[in-house]
């Protein structure tokens, strides 16, 4: 079939958010805003292409998002090669050295967009997805890496999400992990002839992930291996004493994984995720971890790290499966009308009604009153306001309460300030609103 004809759809992985779908997104959005700004941190955005160095360089040519998931095309202009972020941590980094932002103080930043890598798409994995990425550049902790993990047991409480646990791990320093390697490897190696082919041909590029076999008969082996906590320094076991005290301090709790890696080279000390049973088998909400050793690596002078990434599909999915009391209204008022002059009535009232603080939909196209008003109910709207010849002639709209049916006569000189006064009265009956309020509008 040529070209033109082939149906038109998004590309593969890759998801459409519709209207019905985006008020939850837009809810998660508000929250997580305010609880990110309660901790200080502040906005940084990127760009969504970088130069495909930056990614191999920072994230490590051997890891699976390097070898097999970027996104990544040359510019058909100049010859250079791009790619589509696959995570946020890199750009971050590059803008804090590129803009100098770290030379007279640490800095805490955040974004949230999407992301993309070449995934097989199934539940909870897709080719673009979001991320809520936090950063805290130039801390060396292990305060801030306490304070992080608070931040995010905060953020569940506000979602109300109790089934999300803690796991961290520390990766210690180069050095440290270095001498674990060696030793792990040698372990392995004994084990040659019961690997498979991946358990074999990753024995000596990434011994770590040999141990993430699901093999049950290798479950054994993996129990068995050197660990790399038994590796740690007295510094780097103060730094991970100090965190866990902290923890401690907070009441929050957590479990030791001493397997726990994350799948990006520039990780060292703390590690920890989040995770669900609730998701299936993608069950990682958010991962992070301090990596002190980026900033140079990337140019900048040597400054430590830390930072985490929550997968928003897969926090918008958990949190979807409760009951949520979404606000899921388009307007407060809905304008119905009939005729030439209510027609530039109602656009003139409109606007009087937004100046108080209200969100307005004027019905658009002609129709029956009755059409107009299934599309009043199917709004959401609290009142529909009616304009025919009638209210016209009389200066004065029908008010409709859409929640009784109840229905009034108010000039229109008055209209506005008494839409306000009953949404008001209305919500405070209602007790609070998940919604926006005429309090955060007017
Ligand atoms: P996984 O082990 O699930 O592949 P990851 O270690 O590759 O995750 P990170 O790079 O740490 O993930 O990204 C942070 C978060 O982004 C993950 O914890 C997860 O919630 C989410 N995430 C990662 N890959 C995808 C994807 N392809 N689709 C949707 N969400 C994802
Ligand atoms: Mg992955």
């Excluded at 519709?18 to 305010?34: F, H, I, K, N, Y």
């Excluded at 991320?131 to 109300?160: N, T």
């Excluded at 726990?260 to 990682?284: C, I, P």
Aim: aromatic share 8%; with cysteine.
């Amino acid at each position: 079939m040529s070209d033109t004809f082939k149906k038109l759809t998004a590309v593969r992985g890759m998801n459409d958010i519709l209207p019905g779908q985006s008020a939850a997104w837009e809810t998660l959005e508000r929250l997580v805003r305010d609880w990110l700004r309660s901790y200080g941190y502040v906005n940084l955005r990127t760009p969504v292409l970088e130069h495909t160095r930056l990614f191999t360089r920072g994230i490590g040519e051997v890891t699976d998002i390097v070898e097999k998931e970027m996104y990544t095309f040359t510019d058909a202009l100049n010859g250079e090669s791009l790619t589509l972020r696959p995570e946020f941590t890199a750009g971050m980094v590059r803008a804090t050295i590129e803009h100098n932002l770290l030379y007279d103080r640490p800095r805490r930043v955040f974004a949230m967009g999407p992301v993309f890598r070449h995934e097989r798409p199934q539940r909870g994995r897709y080719r673009q997805f979001h991320q809520i990425d936090v950063e805290a550049l130039g801390y060396a902790g292990p305060d801030v890496d306490a304070e992080q993990i608070l931040m995010l047991a905060r953020l569940w409480r506000i979602l109300g999400l109790n089934d999300i646990r803690l796991e961290i791990n520390s990766l210690g320093t180069p050095t440290e992990r270095a001498a674990h390697r060696e030793d792990l490897i040698a372990y392995l190696e004994g084990f040659k002839d019961q690997l498979d082919e991946d358990g074999r041909r990753r024995l000596y590029s990434n011994p770590l992930r040999v141990l993430d076999t699901k093999n049950p008969a290798l479950q054994a082996m993996a129990e068995g291996a050197p660990r790399l906590l038994d590796y740690l320094g007295d510094e780097s076991q103060a730094h991970f004493d100090a965190l866990r005290a902290r923890l401690d301090d907070a009441g929050v709790s957590y479990t030791i994984n001493p397997r726990l890696v994350r799948g990006l080279d520039y990780y060292n000390l703390t590690v920890f995720e989040w995770v669900t049973d609730r998701l299936g088998a993608q069950g990682t909400v958010c991962g992070g971890g301090r990596y002190d050793g980026l900033v140079e690596l990337l140019g900048g002078k040597p400054a430590p790290a830390i930072g985490f990434a929550i997968g928003v599909e897969r926090l918008l999915e958990l949190w979807q499966q409760q009951e949520l009391a979404l606000d899921a209204s388009e307007c407060d008022v809905y304008l119905v009308h009939q005729g030439e002059g209510a027609a530039r009535q109602a656009l003139q009232l409109a606007e009087a009604i937004r100046d108080a603080g209200l969100d307005v939909i004027v019905h658009a196209v002609t129709q029956s009153f009755k059409a107009q008003f299934k599309r009043a109910d199917g709004s959401g709207a609290s009142f529909a306001v009616i304009l025919g010849d009638n209210e016209l002639a009389e200066g004065a709209a029908t008010v409709k309460h859409l929640a009784d049916g109840r229905q009034e006569s108010v000039a229109f000189a008055q209209l506005p300030a008494h839409l306000v006064t009953c949404l008001v009265a209305a919500e405070s009956n209602e007790g609070p609103a998940t919604g926006n309020t005429p309090a955060d509008s007017v």
